[in-house]
């Protein structure tokens, strides 16, 4: 189940999905995933996510009449996001320090 819907695919994508999560909740990043999911009828589509922190997510095996979608590539393309997601940040942050323009000793503060 993702944001209140829920989807049926392969068992090991939504393994790769939950370990890609768990990243990307760590790092405090999001992922956008494009995946294969089985419908009702047993159309194979494919489904695009977006995988940010929070992200409300919950696996269950089930059965289904339906053969599972082909999970080599999908899980392979998984798993080079979450190793994307855990390495160092290349763009790196300098914090900022705010300097204020005037002092609180500023006489033009005692109009305020």
């Known amino acids: ?35 294969p999911v089985v419908l009702i009828n047993g159309t194979i589509v494919t489904a695009t996510l977006l995988l940010a922190p929070a992200s409300p997510f919950l696996v269950i095996p089930e059965e289904s009449p339906w053969p599972e979608p082909d999970a080599s590539e999908t899980v392979t393309h998984l798993s080079n996001l979450e190793v994307l997601a855990s390495a160092p940040s290349q763009n790196g942050y300098l914090e900022t320090i705010a300097v204020p323009d005037c002092e609180w000793s500023d006489p033009d503060l005692d109009d305020l």
């Open 1 to 35: 189940m993702f944001g209140g819907a829920s989807f049926l695919t392969a068992d090991r994508i939504g393994e790769a999905l939950v370990a890609l999560l768990v990243v990307l909740n760590v790092k405090n990043c999001s992922a956008v995933a494009r995946i």
